[in-house]
């Protein structure tokens, strides 16, 4: 499974992105997808997952009522709509897909390339 996320970009505080995670696998359907993001100097954090059919989405409390999770099977993409962005959520966002819809890097089994979001003050 590779996976490739883009959509990323400088903002001003207060606005919105959509980022993008493309899939290229038949199967795509079968992964749930998680988003993650690593700052400067920072580890890993966990954002968001969405379950193989979406029916199913958890959130990091950081991005509760700000940031949404969707995906297309049918164009085996997943989606983060962030918006009310601050400079705390500046970071290399990256996509993971694996079986089960875990909030650590280790329940993911395949990570793409990943994209920066910026946030000015």
């Known amino acids: 499974v590779r996976l490739a996320a883009s959509g990323g970009g400088l903002v001003q505080a207060g606005g919105s992105l959509r980022l993008s995670c493309a899939a290229s696998?038949?199967?795509?359907?079968?992964?749930?997808m998680g988003w993650f993001r690593q700052a400067l100097g920072k580890d890993d954090e966990f954002v968001a997952a969405?379950?193989?059919?979406?029916?199913?989405?958890f959130y990091a409390e950081s991005a509760k009522g700000r940031f949404t999770i969707s995906r297309d099977n049918r164009k085996d993409t997943v989606y983060l709509d962030m918006s009310n962005l601050t400079p705390d959520d500046t970071a290399v966002y990256y996509c993971?897909?694996?079986?089960?819809?875990?909030?650590?890097?280790?329940?993911?089994?395949?990570w793409g390339r990943g994209t920066q979001v910026t946030v000015s003050s």
């Open positions: 969405i379950n193989w059919s979406g029916g199913s989405t």
């Open positions: 993971a897909a694996g079986t089960q819809m875990g909030v650590s890097p280790d329940d993911y089994d395949y």
């Open positions: 696998t038949q199967t795509f359907s079968s992964y749930d």
